[in-house]
């Protein structure tokens, strides 16, 4: 059974990925939709740690959506994602470690 998968500069929409007993997933730099990334999360409720890192159309909305439907996420990387603003209302409850390094361009006001 498939635990732990790696897809780095993944080009394709949607992503049809059924692994219910994954727990890391890291999904960098992947040019993926919402609904995609809302797919995933559905479909891996086990995940731990799952990297998102340069995820460049994720919503604070699809990231509200991953955090309620993996609810044993400890690790969460969401740096380079310009749209982000993680929200105060952010609050999953296993979580322990957050990533979040902002894209050099979102710095500047």
Request: charged content about 15%; overall charge positive.
């Amino acid at each position: 059974m498939l635990q732990r998968l790696v897809m780095r500069r993944l080009i394709t929409t949607p992503l049809s990925l059924i692994c219910p007993q994954l727990t890391h997933l890291d999904l960098v730099a992947c040019k993926l939709s919402d609904a995609s990334l809302r797919q995933c999360a559905v479909s891996a409720p086990l995940l731990t740690r799952l990297s998102l890192a340069g995820c460049h159309q994720l919503t604070d909305e699809t990231l509200r959506q991953v955090a309620a439907s993996c609810s044993r996420l400890t690790t969460l990387n969401v740096s380079h994602c310009p749209l982000l603003t993680i929200p105060e209302n952010f609050e999953p409850r296993n979580l322990k470690q957050l990533w979040m390094v902002r894209p050099p361009s979102a710095l500047t006001t």
